[in-house]
């Protein structure tokens, strides 16, 4: 990730105190992010950065809608997230991650690059199940064509050996 340079925080003239940073987030991140699922997204972060002597505190407010492949039908689906994160950034010898939440950076340092953050953060609400919602007589709004092909693929592959065991009962 190497060309979205508003992403970049340079803490080093910042006073101690309260910093406030809006960001707006789409496709040309998402592309250069290269996140495996999210094809495009219309996300807003709103980051307060708390600069103190020895260490900066960032929260983010994270909210907005990202386009992710449906894991039935494999068309586009808008999947709605809202997440708050916290990223503490403590001052040390070299670059270091005590936990998910606390890093530690060098010394010498005075800039900060927030991209990879916010991409992690919002990856991390991707659902681990990715259907399209069903409508309101329950019928699915996944592509038909491709339910269609679904069922008659499951259709024709019963394996006789399973038919056998749905003969079986457990006592």
């Known amino acids: 990730m190497g060309t979205l340079k508003e992403f ?3 803490f080093a003239g910042l006073s101690e105190g309260i910093h406030k940073y809006n960001y707006k987030v789409s496709r040309s991140f998402f592309e250069e992010a290269e996140s495996t699922e999210i094809e495009d997204g219309d996300v807003e972060v709103k980051l307060e950065l708390e600069k103190q002597t020895r260490m900066l505190i960032f ?15 494999l068309d586009p689906m808008n999947v709605e997230i809202e997440s708050e994160n916290r990223l503490i ?5 070299r670059w270091d991650e005590e936990d998910d939440e606390v890093l530690i950076i060098p010394e010498h340092e005075h800039k ?16 681990m199940r990715k259907v399209h919602p069903e409508d309101e007589n329950g019928e699915s709004n ?3 064509e491709i ?3 679904l069922k008659e693929h499951q259709a024709a592959e019963i394996d006789p050996r399973w038919e056998a065991l749905k003969n079986l009962k457990i006592n």
């Open 89 to 93: 950034v403590k001052f040390g010898e």
């Open 147 to 149: 339910l269609k092909k």
């Open 142 to 144: 996944c592509n038909p």
């Open 112 to 127: 900060i690059d927030i991209k990879q953050f916010i991409a992690e953060f919002i990856e991390l609400q991707i659902p």
């Open 59 to 73: 929260n983010f407010q994270i909210s907005g809608t990202i386009v992710v492949p449906c894991d039935r039908c």
């Open 8 to 10: 970049v925080i340079s």
